[in-house]
T-cell receptor
Framework: NAGVTQTPKFQVLKTGQSMTLQCAQDMNHEYMSWYRQDPGMGLRLIHYSVGAGITDQGEVPNGYNVSRSTTEDFPLRLLSAAPSQTSVYFC???????????FGPGTRLTVT | SQQGEEDPQALSIQEGENATMNCSYKTSINNLQWYRQNSGRGLVHLILIRSNEREKHSGRLRVTLDTSKKSSSLLITASRAADTASYFCATWPINDYKLSFGAGTTVTVRA
């Protein structure tokens, strides 16, 4: 199993550009989530999904969209990038009853 | 706002010593988890303790949970250089679908 994979590893955007961060898992996990990590602040939840076709907002959803058309994929879209979205983004997945989250390696995003 | 807060923010110890870090949280929980993050990497799950448990062990890790004080501690015994990492507590509230992380404790183990 590859586990949770994220692409790209690094990305530089200009203010106002849009892009999609990809996340995929091959463990047949129903629950997937996106976090951002900023220095000194731990991880903050952006959006999460409890299954295909179902998504919900986390703590910091503004400026981000998600969709979940398959169990395996959970892309995160930045609609109009802003410097405040410079961060490291992590995708995670889990089975509902285990509560243990498996994290991807992260995407480091810089918005100039 | 974040649910958990770790203390201390940073910890430096000699190899072989024990490392203890604490986590306080605000709401009633289903479980509390500890994760490790090596520099530049994703988080790795270490241990989960449920609200009806008071202590749990996994190898050199010992976790305690005091729900009356809304606090937890993680003890790493006989530390090694490879234990150098950031450690995060995360809480899963009752009747919710979101894991909430604290800001983490950075542990440096000196050889």
């Amino acid at each position: 199993n590859a586990g949770v994979t994220q692409t790209p590893k690094f990305q530089v955007l200009k203010t106002g550009q849009s892009m999609t961060l990809q996340c995929a898992q091959d463990m047949n996990h129903e629950y997937m989530s996106w976090y951002r990590q900023d220095p000194g602040m731990g991880l903050r939840l952006i959006h999460y999904s409890v299954g295909a076709g179902i998504t919900d907002q986390g703590e910091v959803p503004n400026g981000y969209n998600v969709s979940r058309s398959t169990t395996e994929d959970f892309p995160l879209r930045l609609l109009s990038a802003a410097p405040s979205q410079t961060s490291v983004y992590f995708c995670a997945s889990m089975t509902p009853n285990s509560y243990e989250q498996y994290f991807g390696p992260g995407t480091r995003l810089t918005v100039t | 706002s974040q649910q958990g807060e770790e203390d201390p923010q940073a910890l430096s110890i000699q190899e072989g010593e024990n490392a203890t870090m604490n986590c306080s949280y605000k709401t009633s929980i289903n479980n509390l988890q500890w994760y490790r993050q090596n520099s530049g990497r994703g988080l790795v799950h270490l241990i989960l303790i449920r609200s009806n448990e008071r202590e749990k062990h996994s190898g050199r890790l010992r976790v305690t949970l005091d729900t009356s004080k809304k606090s937890s501690s993680l003890l790493i015994t006989a530390s090694r250089a490879a234990d150098t990492a950031s450690y995060f507590c995360a809480t899963w509230p009752i009747n919710d679908y979101k894991l909430s992380f604290g800001a983490g404790t950075t542990v440096t183990v000196r050889a």
